[in-house]
C-alpha cells in the first residue's frame, strides 16, 4: 500500500533525525472550524471540521508530521490523514522551505491518495510558494497534472491581530478533470488572535464562485 510505505518512509527519516540532531521538538495542534477549504474549495460539505496533527522538528532544518480531518466528499469517506517531511531554513533575509506531502483517505470506497512537491520562499511578511502533483492512485486522478501557484502575506495590525491576505492559481489537466475548467483563482483574507481566527474566502469557478466565511479556534501544545 503507498500509504503504509509512505509512513514507513517518514517514520524511517524521522529515527535518523533524531538520532543526528542536537536539537529537537516535538509539538501538537488541535483545531475546531466551521468549515474545511482546500484551495478555496470545501472539503467537509460546507460542514463543520475538527482536526489535529503532530510536527517534530530539528535544528537541522528538517521536519516531518501528520495531521487528520474530518472530511464530506458525499461518499464513504469520513476522514483525510497527510503525511508530510521537508527541510526548511534561511539565507540571508530569505526563507525557504521544501518538502512533499501524502494526502491519504483511508476509508475511500476507491484509491483516491495523492502526493505533491512544494517549496517555499519568503522575505519579511510575504511568502511565494509552488505546489505540484507528483503521484496519484488511480481512483484520484486520470490525468496526474496539476500545478498550483500562491502568495500570501501576513501583517501585524490592531492589538495584535494578524491579518493574512492570500492568492492562489489551480491549473493542470486535474483541475480540469475535477472541476470541468481548465483553472480557477481562489482568494481571500483572514483576522486572527489568540488562536481564533475569522476567514473569507472565494473561487472563479463557475460553479463554486460563492463568497464563504469561517471562524476557527486552534491550540499548539509542546510535547
Known amino acids: 500500500m503507498k500509504m503504509k510505505k509512505t509512513t514507513s518512509l517518514l517514520l524511517g527519516s524521522l529515527l535518523l533525525a533524531t538520532s543526528t540532531a542536537s ?6 495542534n488541535i483545531a475546531a472550524s466551521s468549515n474545511y477549504f482546500w484551495r478555496g474549495i470545501t472539503q467537509s460539505a460546507d460542514g463543520a471540521a475538527v482536526s489535529g496533527g503532530i510536527d517534530y522538528g530539528n535544528d537541522s532544518g528538517f521536519y516531518a508530521g501528520t495531521w487528520v480531518s474530518n472530511i464530506d466528499f458525499g461518499g464513504k469517506e469520513s ?5 508530510y517531511a521537508g527541510f526548511s531554513g534561511s539565507a540571508g533575509d530569505i526563507g ?12 475511500a470506497e476507491g484509491s483516491i491518495d495523492f502526493g ?34 500562491e502568495l500570501n502575506a501576513a501583517f501585524s495590525v490592531f492589538n495584535d491581530t494578524e491579518l493574512g491576505l492570500h492568492l492562489g492559481r489551480s491549473s493542470g489537466d486535474t483541475v480540469t478533470e475535477w472541476y470541468s475548467e481548465d483553472n480557477y483563482m481562489d482568494y481571500g483574507f483572514s483576522l486572527s488572535k489568540d488562536g481564533f481566527t475569522f476567514g473569507v474566502i472565494k ?18 501544545f509542546s510535547l
Open 116 to 149: 505533491e512537491l512544494y517549496g517555499e520562499v519568503s522575505y519579511d511578511v510575504l511568502s511565494a510558494k509552488i505546489s505540484y502533483l507528483s503521484n496519484a492512485q488511480s481512483g484520484s486522478t486520470a490525468e496526474e497534472d496539476m500545478l498550483y501557484l
Open 79 to 83: 476522514y483525510e490523514m497527510d503525511f
Open 23 to 28: 536539537y529537537a521538538e516535538v509539538t501538537a
Open 203 to 220: 473561487t472563479d469557478l463557475d460553479a463554486d464562485d460563492d463568497m464563504k466565511a469561517y471562524v476557527s479556534y486552534a491550540m499548539d
Open 96 to 107: 525557504y522551505d521544501v518538502g512533499y506531502v501524502y494526502y491519504a483517505y483511508p476509508d
